[in-house]
């Protein structure tokens, strides 16, 4: 179960909440069947507590929303994207650690 600070993105609010956020927006595009994915989600959790206000934390399930997934060419999970300004700043493929994440959402944040 996802922690309550992190947005459920699907094709319907992904503009909304994602391109047109004032601040940026880490989205993470996942499924259930996915170990990485399962292994990274409590890191998420603690990232979106940290930065709630500053960064907005998502995520994307790449099975309910495969399309997307083909707009960003998801092809590995997991695969988290950070926005900013309705533009993908950063991509990172596979499990990165918390300090590596922290450190792209600072720059996202100050640039």
């Known amino acids: 179960m996802a ?60 099975d309910d929303n495969a399309q997307l997934a083909g707009q960003y060419r998801i092809s590995s999970i997991p695969s988290l994207l950070i926005f900013k300004g309705g533009q993908v700043r950063e991509m990172i493929v596979g499990l990165k650690s918390k300090a590596e994440l922290k450190r792209l959402l600072d720059a996202a944040i100050a640039g």
């Open 3 to 62: 922690s309550p600070d992190i947005l459920t993105i699907n094709e319907a609010n992904f503009k909304a909440e994602v391109l047109d956020a004032a601040e940026p927006v880490l989205v993470d595009f996942w499924a259930e069947w996915c170990g990485p994915c399962r292994m990274i989600a409590p890191v998420l959790d603690e990232l979106a507590a940290e930065y709630k206000g500053k960064a907005a934390i998502a995520k994307v399930n790449v």
